[in-house]
């Protein structure tokens, strides 16, 4: 449809209330370096030092204006942090040249910014160009610091948006105007559509980031022009009103439909009248539904107060927006066929009354799978409530932002090509309903669109995990903003806080009683996740972590008469073995960045064991990738790494494939669906969770004794995220490669920062011939000082230092005043054969990651190098067999050597004719068939020569 919005200067001046043809203001020059603009409705100041823009309307406030961008793995710089090289007037125009500088050793952006007067404020045009390879993230923002004391200053996006400078947002714009109600104020106008968002920039300040171009970058031999209107404007004189609050005498009546389908949506619209100050408080007001059931037990559900949300389309992006008046909701759904009987119970400050429905409402049936969960068969597995298998394919799309590849266009990409699950952020930038100005309320507009995703999942037969929060929110700069933290109002001093304190959790039952309220309805739903990763919640010890959730996951599954699945997670991959085991944690997770060019198929494999056989429970991979902290485009442009790890967790016992990051800038720009559409191929119509599955053995081919000489590989031993002390400090490496206490062989070796957890991992191992032994240095914190001993022989001294442009990249940890640095750097010494004890030490101020370690021609190869995963039930087995060289790394160096074709001993348990389906992995269908015969329990598959991989499904013929 045709845009709303007026777009460019003539729209703005139209809105200032000014002619047209009124004539431009001129530059007057204060002094050597600054100019100021005097316009009709303000003033506009430049200081040609930093380059920044100071915008003070008549009678209202000034806002200060800059410009930044986000390179590489998202570098913040300000253009005010570079040097202004010239600055001169042009025939009016005030030109500015210099050069934006950038840290970690990028190179910087050279820019030219023209100011040209025009009746209402000034025209602003942006040159820039590259000096050399930098990858810009998001291309050039400005940032504007606002003054916001009260509801009338104003933030005004026609029809996206009317709301307080003191609520947060996040919205599209081609013209949006900030400024007091009644008075006058600033608008920006740019030929886009582009992104603008507030963040909290102390008391009575607001920091408005806005976006000047759809372009994330552009190529190091052109250039990016950006263009923008920055004008003076008379604001409204009202502003719109949603009223939460009432005082009337308590009332209740309600109607609902007569009959409803099975497992869908059943909305009863409820007029409650009464007296309260806060609807989304069940202490001032509370809505129940008692409902009984002609098939089971009843129940009692709370009701929830919304605004209701109108979405329209506006030049291909989605606006939500209020539309008509607040109002009661009970949202329930039948899980049999029969009767629902509803009676009604309200509670204000005056007292209680009842309604009960007239009639009952009809369940009948439809075509619906109904609710995901545990099987009862096997509970490693999902199911439906109709007995359906449940496989979630997926990846990770958190946050619901326009673009190219969000919104809905993400979501229908995704179910076309088998996807049917995503996992949501509730979060401060996602559709966390929590982060208004004060606790206790809940943001309608995010609610609006969870509404919104949940009918669309009906749609497109999607799934969700609704992840309720998420470390970044409870760190800095997270936590700034964040409404637990006192600073703004919350009861929480520190993040700790949010786990101990009682009106803290009051508040957190009270969001989850509207959550449950809200949405349980829904059988899209997946589950509900309690937060993303909570190691990221700063100072919080995992023991008072772990029994905030003994206490919040049977508050949750009490309140949730529909049983959804429950989980969390945690960024040591496995997570802690004391939160799983608590009974209401339905779901075990595995979170895994493998920040390594190895075999991804091997920890996944390794980490599908270990829930396995710690737990009698579904397991998922909700989040996966080859880097944490770098980009994966560039390292893996056809997605290996997805193929790898996709197979080998579905032929693991895993829930479905590792759940990919980097939707917009990997996945969705390289166009890598038909990985998970080949996945979907091959796990249709496999009986999990109604059947009893189990680990398949495989027998790996024997190499001829010919071949199988000592030294022929290397022995790689990857560590283990942990942030504790190792049980085990001394370690052998086996022939086979293989170490003891494998769990024990920590990535973190800690410094003096920790003494108290500190040990240093000792290796005995043989040398056939001479060698290396390498580890690679990942990051560092605050420094650290590496040693490392050969036979008690000092073989390495080295400083690893942390601070600003040290290393590949750093950062700086505000909750710990120290810096964190990436060297990204694999080292290596030389080591004479024989056999030999290695010793690694930090003597430095603070941690370093170490990934792996390498035993160069220490690993004696007596079997094919082969990965090999399997799993069984009665009426099939699944197998994938891969050559360990095809690996996404080797793909891309192109150093991937077939391996020669051998047998594969499958110990299937029963003899017998078996019919062998073989799958092409890549594309994920069928190649050809055959019958082959097992023998003592035995069945030897013979795909032939295997140059990267292959799958099969293993029928027994009756």
Known sequence: MTSKLLGGILGVMVLAGMPVA????TWTKLNEQDYRLECPLGAIELSGQTARLRLTPKGGAAAGLGFFQWHDNYVYETMAAGTVEKIALVAGDLQLEGLWGTRENAPPLRYQLTLTPSAAGLRLRLLLRKTGPLKLVAAVRGAMSLDAQDDMDRALVEPWLNTSLLNAFDTHYKLMKIGRIAGNGIAIAVPDYCSARTTSGGKGRKNLEFGLTKERDFPEDDSLELSAELSFVTMPTSYPICRVDMAAPLSLTATAPAEVTQYRKCEIDVDLRGTWDNPFDPQDVSLDAEVSCSWGPSYVLPGFFMQPHAMERIDGLEAFYPQGDACWKVRLVGLGLGEMRVKLVAR????????????????????????????????????HDNGE??????????????????????????AAHGENWNRWWMSSQGFGIEWERQLGYYRQKQSAQIDYVLDLAEELDMYYMMCMDTHQDFRNPGWKGNPYNSANGGPCEK??????????????????RYTVARWTYSQRIMCWEFGNEFEGWAGSPAETVIEWHREMAPFLAALDPYDHLISTSWWSKTG??????????????????????????????????????????PHVFAEFGIRSHATTADKDPTGWYLHNSGWAAICSGCNGNPMSWWHENYIAPN????????????????????????????????????????????????TVAGFRKAAATEFKIAADGSINDDQELLSTLQGEGHSGIRTFPTFLVNYPADGHFKLKVDRVSNSGHLKIYIDDELALDREFPCGESIGKSSKWREQWQLWECEYDEELAIAVPAGQRRIRVENHGKDWIRIPYFIFTG???????????????????????????????????????????????????????????????????????????????????????????DVAAKIFPIK
């Open 22 to 25: 009124a004539q431009a203001a």
């Open 348 to 383: 204000d400050r005056s007292g209680r009354v009842e309604y009960s429905l007239p009639a009952p409402i009809r369940v009948v049936a439809g075509k619906e799978r109904g609710f995901v969960r545990q099987s009862p068969l096997d509970p490693y597995y999902f199911i």
């Open 389 to 414: 298998s449940h496989v979630p394919i997926g990846h990770n799309v958190p946050i619901y932002r326009p673009g190219p590849y969000g919104e809905t266009k993400a979501l229908e990409t995704m």
């Open 495 to 512: 993040v700790v806080d949010w786990f101990t304190n009682e009106e803290a959790k009051s508040f957190y039952r009270q969001r989850l």
């Open 576 to 617: 802690p073995v004391a939160c799983w085991e608590i009974p209401e944690m339905d779901i075990v997770q595995t979170h895994c960045y493998t920040n390594d060019d190895l075999n991804v198929a091997v920890p996944t494999i390794r980490y599908c064991q270990i829930q396995r056989e710690n737990h009698a429970k």
């Open 671 to 718: 166009n890598l669906y038909f990985h998970f559409q080949a996945l979907r191929n091959f796990v249709n119509g496999l009986p999990f969770g109604r059947e009893v599955w189990r680990p398949l053995a495989i027998r790996k081919p024997e190499i001829p004794p010919s071949e199988a000489g000592p030294g022929a590989n290397d022995a790689v031993i990857r």
């Open 858 to 948: 220490c690993r004696r190869i007596v079997h094919r190098d082969v990965v090999c995963a399997g799993m069984i039930c009665d009426s099939v087995g699944i197998v994938w067999l891969q050559n360990s060289m095809s690996t996404w790394f080797n793909h891309v160096q192109k150093q991937v050597t077939p391996l020669p074709a051998a047998g594969y001993g499958v110990e299937v348990g029963k003899d017998g004719r078996y019919r062998v389906e073989w799958w092409e992995t890549w594309k994920g269908s069928v190649s050809h068939s055959q019958e082959l015969e097992a023998r003592n329990g035995l069945l030897l598959l013979e795909p032939g020569p295997l140059a990267t």
